[in-house]
């Protein structure tokens, strides 16, 4: 599939600088931040000193706010995959979430016992190379002290957290809606309706205006029908030369709903596109957005109004029981893979060797007791979604 969409006025200046734009300084602008898995790109919108500068800040900032939906849902990008994101235990355990669907403590532990015979140290390290670094340092430190016996029983310890994870959101920001708008404006251009044409838009964007152009907009849900299997990034612009407006809406994954008055000076043809994408696969999708609004949403909005009483819970009540699925499906695999490698380890045998009767019973009887903990807790904390 070919994601680069160019301008057919490719060649004119940077929507942010307004520098000219060459062959030499033009860049792939994402139109929705590939920091959370958008693809499509446009060229002859941005310069390269721009792109790189509002992607350091203001993409970032975004990223950085989504970044637990990113690495729950391996977001993917076309190059890296999302930090790992720190998260709590109710108990108060500090541990990182992966993008691979692992977790592991958000620090190393190191502890020192004075006994009668010297002295015990005890570590627990989050990878083999963390913890050979930590027995490098002490040997310098402990000089009298011989660490050979702890680098050659370095062992590998599975372990459940204490309870259940928790973590905290929060959308939007004078960087974030930076690239919230950027991001309708770039979708504006990619129709050939030009960043002048977008002055209110860009007034913000380029800190000429302190009101901001966009706001939540929950009154209603405007994705026509919405998918229950997984969430999506969307955003689409519609221009419309009866009430000379230009509104963009952007949502990620389901649960950031935007609405952008790019233009009230609109005098265009009715016109109005959408792209979407499931970040989880990188597929792009059809979804239809409803951007015909009345007189009185849209004055609500404006008012900044249009955010009523449980619309933000039942956002969230659609978005996380899908993400929810989504990461407990990965969760089952990545212990079901693993429970089987360590029987096989623990057997001397191949992953695809043949087994007899007795192997077969023992295989599943190791299986059995390497999933037991993976299935207590799903049994003690795993809500049903």
Request: hydrophobic share 40%; glycine share 8%.
């Amino acid at each position: 599939m070919g994601y680069l969409s160019r301008h057919s006025d490719a060649m004119g200046h940077c929507a942010i600088c307004d520098e000219e734009i060459t062959p030499l300084n033009d860049s792939k602008e994402h139109v929705v931040p590939n920091a959370v898995g958008g693809r499509l790109k446009v060229r002859g919108f941005i310069c390269r000193k721009c792109n790189n500068g509002s992607g350091c800040e203001w993409d970032a900032e975004l990223a950085d706010q989504f970044n637990w939906f990113s690495v729950t849902l391996n977001v993917k990008r076309e190059a890296g995959v999302a930090p790992s994101h720190p998260v709590k235990t109710v108990g108060g355990q500090g541990l990182l979430l992966h993008a691979d669907g692992t977790m592991s403590p958000d620090k190393p532990v190191i502890s020192t016992t004075e006994i009668p015979s010297g002295r015990q140290i005890s570590i627990k390290a989050r990878t083999r190379l963390e913890a050979r670094k930590i027995l490098k340092g002490l040997q310098r430190k402990y000089p009298e002290s011989d660490f050979s016996m702890a680098f050659a029983s370095l062992t590998e310890e599975t372990s459940m957290p204490d309870g259940p994870i928790m973590t905290s959101f929060q959308f939007g920001g004078p960087l974030a809606g930076r690239s919230i708008v950027k991001t309708a404006v770039a979708m504006a251009f990619r129709m050939s309706i030009p960043p002048a044409g977008c002055e209110l838009a860009m007034r913000y964007i380029k800190g000429v205006a302190a009101t901001p152009p966009f706001a939540e907009f929950l009154s209603r849900d405007l994705v026509r029908i919405r998918p229950d299997k997984h969430v999506f990034h969307v955003v689409s612009v519609r221009g419309d030369p009866e009430t000379k407006r230009l509104m963009g809406y952007v949502e990620y994954f389901g649960l950031g709903r935007f609405l952008v008055l790019l233009s009230t000076e609109y005098d265009g043809c009715p016109v109005q596109r959408t792209y979407s994408i499931n970040p989880a696969t990188a597929e792009e999708i059809k979804i239809a957005v409803d951007l015909v609004l009345s007189e009185d949403e849209f004055n609500r909005w404006l008012a900044n109004d249009a955010v009523p009483d449980g619309s933000r819970e039942a956002a969230f009540n659609y978005a996380m029981p899908v993400i929810l699925r989504q990461m407990y499906a990965r969760a089952d695999a990545n212990a079901f893979d693993r429970a089987y490698e360590e029987a096989c380890r623990d057997m001397g045998i191949e992953s695809s060797e043949a087994l007899d009767n007795d192997q077969i019973m023992e295989f599943s009887r190791r299986m059995a007791h390497k999933l037991m903990p993976h299935l207590l807790r799903i049994l003690r904390h795993r809500p049903r979604v």
